[in-house]
């Protein structure tokens, strides 16, 4: 099955720093999220994006949905040690009933 | 209060054995999803339910066996485990608002298979 790949597979920063990462498809999407994975827990949604070009914040996070619709990239900044965890972007054709494609995920260690 | 629940959270079990994984959401949400996420936290569909009725059927073997009693609860059944059904099986439910979509993820299932 198709998956996104993301980039990079993981970073190790030091606390304070900024962070990038980013997501792309070989197809379009309609939709792009970001979710986090705590170790143990499950994802959680942290920006959801549903326009081409939109730039959406969420404190620290800044999410934006490529032009193309192929690719999405996520920014944390100023990073602290509780943004330890696995990024993963996700891709949705349309919504109601489709199935969301996962990205490769991206894992993130901060060091205090 | 928690949104998405599922039991166990660990099974461990021996090949061929059957087993079962529960899951339940009280946010009132008319869909559910299995994912599996293998040992490189690859994360893949498996099924979607809305309203109790299948709807989502990605290429998983027929072993796998989903029941939706009611809306608020997705089971999975697993006939005859093998080694590569080791992974976390996470639940989700959603549902939609001005045509937006939002999925929320259960703690997962952590599964070995000996």
């Known amino acids: 099955g198709q998956q996104l790949n993301q980039s990079p597979q993981s970073m190790f920063i030091q606390e304070g720093e900024d962070v990038s990462m980013n997501c792309t498809s070989s197809?379009?999407?309609?939709?792009w999220l970001w979710y986090k994975q705590d170790p143990g827990e499950g994802p959680v949604l942290l920006i959801a994006?549903?326009?081409?070009?939109e730039l959406t914040s969420n404190g620290r996070l800044t999410a934006q949905f490529g032009i193309t619709r192929k690719d999405s990239f996520l920014n944390i900044s100023a990073s602290i040690p509780s943004d330890v965890g696995i990024y993963f972007c996700?891709?949705?054709?349309?919504?109601?009933?489709?199935?969301?494609?996962f990205g490769t995920g991206t894992r993130l260690l901060v060091s205090p | 209060d928690t949104a998405v629940s599922q039991t166990p959270k660990y099974l461990v079990t021996q090949m061929g054995n059957d087993k079962s994984i529960k899951c339940e959401q009280n946010?009132?949400?008319?869909?559910m999803y299995w994912y599996k996420q293998d040992s490189k936290k690859f994360l893949k569909i498996m099924f979607s339910?809305?309203?109790?009725?299948?709807?989502i059927n990605e290429t998983v073997p027929n072993r796998f066996s989903p029941k939706s009693p009611d809306k608020a609860h997705l089971n999975l059944h697993i006939n005859s485990l093998e080694l590569g059904d080791s992974a976390v099986y996470f639940c989700?439910?959603?549902?939609?608002?001005?045509?937006?979509?939002?999925?929320?993820f259960g703690p997962g299932t952590r599964l070995l298979v000996l």
């Open positions: 989700a439910s959603s549902h939609t608002s001005g045509g937006v979509e939002t999925q929320y």
């Open positions: 197809s379009i999407f309609n939709t």
């Open positions: 994006l549903y326009k081409a070009g």
């Open positions: 996700a891709g949705q054709r349309n919504t109601g009933f489709q199935k969301l494609v």
């Open positions: 946010l009132g949400h008319d869909t």
């Open positions: 339910y809305n309203n109790k009725e299948l709807i």
